[in-house]
């Protein structure tokens, strides 16, 4: 019974890594079509233009894979994998609601963001394999991005493992308390931006700048191939919103019924964070690279810093 229990989870775990990602872009068509009036997706297929995301699929899936001539074949291959795989590997540990979790480790938090991290190197190959000059500056771009905002990602999550005392993200919801907004609050924005800007988001987007290195790491690449990458960023979106959810917004408490709707107070969190990152797209222009690497260093680590200090006298204080 307990095999066919955790079999389900997987399965269910599996199903939301195939629908959440859809879900949140199928939302970014329709919500920047609304923000910058642009027609298209608002009228595709008729109602509403609900047929934009299968004729995104069905363009991705009719086009033809190209290997560059001097491309490293088996790395240029293996890349959209590396890059999607960890988000699903990251949602198994992540609580739904009150034991819906396929893995509820005691080292939930650490495992999650070692895995997360793998996910930015799956840029690195792209852009090393494909033997373009374009190709290979988005590589590099996202290494130096994946060195600068992996530091305050790291320290503000330690932070909320420091105030939880538990590396568990269940223990962590269950220590959770609204006024933890008032002195963990900017380490939720720290942890959210930096979250954004390893997945390349805009304003982070300096390793895809199509303005100035066409795709970046992505350029070289077509068909169902560049539709792995795509759905990996959209996984990466569900994956950072739900982890700010857990760690900062209490995961599936809500106002009533935390038992019987956990799993629905996570799903809005969760959402209306994603409305934030599109949002964000369509009011902000792209950081350059020295304003992208400033930010990180002489703004957010020094903020994480603090905050992890912070937390740390409020725990001696409360003990």
């Not at 629905?264 to 690497?293: E, N």
Request: proline share 5%; net charge neutral.
């Amino acid at each position: 019974m307990g095999l066919l229990d955790t079999g389900l989870r997987l399965v269910a775990v599996f199903v939301a890594f195939l629908t959440l990602p859809l879900l949140v872009g199928q939302m970014e068509h329709k919500a920047m079509a609304h923000m910058q009036s642009r027609l298209g997706p608002m009228h595709a297929g008729g109602f509403h233009g609900w047929a934009q995301l299968i004729a995104d699929g069905v363009k991705f899936a009719q086009k033809e894979h190209v290997v560059p001539e001097h491309a490293d074949r088996t790395i240029f291959s293996l890349a959209p994998a590396v890059a999607l795989l960890p988000y699903l590997l990251v949602l198994l540990v992540i609580p739904l609601g009150p034991g819906l979790v396929a893995l509820d480790l005691d080292i939930g938090l650490f495992y999650a963001l070692a895995v997360l991290g793998v996910g930015v190197l799956g840029s690195v190959m792209a852009g090393w394999a494909s033997a373009n000059k374009y190709a290979l500056l988005g590589g590099m771009r996202s290494a130096a991005q994946l060195m600068a905002y992996e530091l305050p990602l790291v320290l503000t999550a330690a932070s909320v493992a420091l105030a939880a005392g538990t590396l568990s993200l269940t223990g962590i919801i269950g220590a959770w308390s609204p006024w933890w907004l008032l002195w963990q609050g900017t380490g939720a924005v720290i942890f959210f931006v930096a979250g954004l800007a390893e997945l390349h988001r805009p304003p982070f987007d300096m390793p895809v700048a199509d303005a100035e290195i066409i795709m970046g790491p992505y350029t070289e690449y077509t068909g169902l191939r560049f539709a792995f990458f795509l759905l990996a960023e959209y996984a990466g979106i569900v994956v950072v919103c739900a982890l700010t959810t857990v760690l900062f917004l209490g995961g599936w408490r809500g106002p009533f019924l935390d038992a019987q709707l956990g799993w629905l107070w996570t799903l809005l969190k969760v959402f209306a964070l994603a409305f934030v990152v599109v949002w964000l797209r369509t009011s902000y222009p792209r950081l350059r690279s020295d304003q992208l690497q400033k930010l990180a260093w002489q703004v957010l680590v020094p903020l994480a810093l603090a905050q992890l200090a912070l937390t740390g006298v409020i725990r001696v204080v409360m003990s």
